[in-house]
């Protein structure tokens, strides 16, 4: 989810440990809880930083291993006694506690979204992205907003954020039984299929479809369960050749053949250079696919300049080549 969610979704835990008698007769524990859930609540997006060391970084990283079971206990433990130090008049037990919640609930919330997470490392690097809420959902953060309000004009926010998501829960049930009628629609007018990708909007009823069949690749929406296939690409296989293994070893393009599960390829010969480009067909904006990783090689093969992120313009990508370059 975004960061944004996550932070009512921490505070809706520390709304929701005051319910508890004990925790409602004590005001320093109850802080520390709701500084806790805050935190805990971020705690697995600290990764975001890898920003800072380049594109290729953080897509190989983010929402890897800070979401891993490790991390997911390891967390409580680092928070819970910084909080302490400050509040030590705090239950250490209870606090500890429902750090641990919030931070589950991150990781949890986060397996939903299209994106999905390393969730279960150190069992198997496969990431986990069930695809049945947009990563920004308007409606649970409203249903958040909501219990703020509520709480502000005097209800108890430990039952009001109790019986939020008790609807959420619903929501979400609603949400899966919504995505799995399209699957179904799917695979009534292609046949074939062996893979669909699916990817929820900030729209109601419409979804993002990436669909694999042995021979082909669809990229296609759904709008109130009718299917509308956008392009059509003809799967080809990577082939194994010097200029690919080439590409293949910029950090750049590993980080994005990690991450994709469905991309087309592109190999270009210019006068001086090959271009290699790899393209994400999970994304697709205005007719274009934003998320790609190129990598432009000299004719013996060394690398002259790559990029992999979101590029929403051919102008765009030119510049970010060109500044590499220089």
Known sequence: MDTGTHIVMGVALGS????????????????????GTIIGSQAPDLDTILKFKGNATYIRNHRGITHSIPAVCLWPLLITPAIYLFIPEANLLYLWLWTFIAVILHVFVDIFNAYGTQALRPFTRRWVALGIINTFDPIIFGFHIGGLVLW????????????????????????????QKVLRQVKEIIPNVKQIIISPTLYWNQWHLA???????????????????????EKVPLPENAIIEAAKIDENVSAFLSFSPVYRWEVEEYDDH???????????????????AIVQLDHNLNIISSY???????EKLRTKLDIIID
């Open 308 to 314: 992999t992120g979101w590029i929403f313009s051919e």
């Open 211 to 233: 669909i694999t069949t042995n021979d082909n690749f669809y990229v296609a929406r759904a709008i109130k369960y009718q299917i509308f296939i956008h392009d059509t690409f």
């Open 152 to 179: 502000g004009i005097g209800f108890h926010p430990g039952y009001t954020f109790l019986s939020i998501y008790g609807i959420l829960i619903a929501y979400y049930v609603l949400r899966y039984q919504m995505q």
């Open 16 to 35: 929701i440990a005051t319910i508890d008698p004990y925790v409602a007769a004590s005001p320093a524990t109850a802080a520390a809880i709701m500084v």
């Open 274 to 292: 090959y271009e290699v480009r790899f393209i994400d067909l999970r994304y697709r904006s205005k007719d274009y696919y934003p998320f790609v």
